[in-house]
């Protein structure tokens, strides 16, 4: 079956924002809970994201990602990669099988998807590193029903008035951590405040939902 438009994507192909984003390689680091929903929104809406993740899936994971059950066992990262090609096509997503360390590259839009505070520090020092290259950080964070959503650029940043220790983090049980439908509203959140940096429309600094309210605050 042939494709009309830019691969399949001829609906949404006039919006202010899809030229620019044709062009990015936006750097996710987690391919899980957020990370997961965040490749495949980003790889449908016509990026090609550049992921990390050095874990490997487990039965678990099942319910709060996007996994297959053959993809137990398998690292999460190279997996989605797969899944991402089977359904949109080869080479619309890179997955490396590794730590997002001080090693690694920063990129101009980096939006991180993990559970370590510790990281996501240094995932915003990496990107800070960049001086006036940088663009957009974006920092998802969510639990089984509520999600926080970060922002930073090189105009407006206050993100490390929002970071604390990993010891001051709330403990939540681990099956209670997770759920595919507030992860995928993280990442669909996360893609619409991207779209809305390339299209110059509101970015705001912080978005929070609580799902047992119903209740979505955005500042």
């Not at 390339?198 to 939902?209: A, I």
Request: aromatic share 10%; glycine share 10%.
């Amino acid at each position: 079956m042939k494709l009309e438009g830019k691969m399949g994507r001829a609906r949404f192909s006039k919006a202010e924002w899809f030229e620019p984003l044709q062009s990015l390689n936006p750097l996710v680091i987690g391919a899980g809970g957020i990370g997961s929903w965040l490749g495949h929104f980003l790889a449908r809406a016509g990026a090609v994201p550049i992921v990390y993740d050095m874990d490997r899936y487990d039965a678990n994971n099942i319910g709060g990602q996007l996994c297959k059950i053959k993809d137990i066992g398998e690292n999460k990262a190279i997996a989605l990669q797969k899944i991402i090609s089977d359904m949109l096509g080869p080479f619309i997503m890179t997955g490396i099988e590794e730590e997002y360390t001080e090693d690694s590259a920063a990129y101009p839009y980096t939006l991180c998807a993990v559970d370590d505070m510790n990281v996501r520090k240094l995932a915003y020092e990496k990107w800070l590193s960049l001086g006036d290259e940088r663009e957009l950080f974006i920092d998802g964070r969510m639990g089984a029903e509520l999600f926080q959503v970060y922002t930073a650029t090189k105009i407006r940043d206050d993100y490390m008035d929002h970071w604390f220790p990993p010891e001051e983090a709330i403990g939540l049980p681990c099956a209670y951590k997770a759920t595919s439908h507030i992860g995928s509203m993280t990442a669909s959140v996360m893609v619409n405040v991207l779209t809305n940096y390339l299209g110059n429309s509101v970015l705001p600094s912080k978005v929070s939902y609580l799902g047992q309210l119903l209740e979505m605050e955005i500042q």
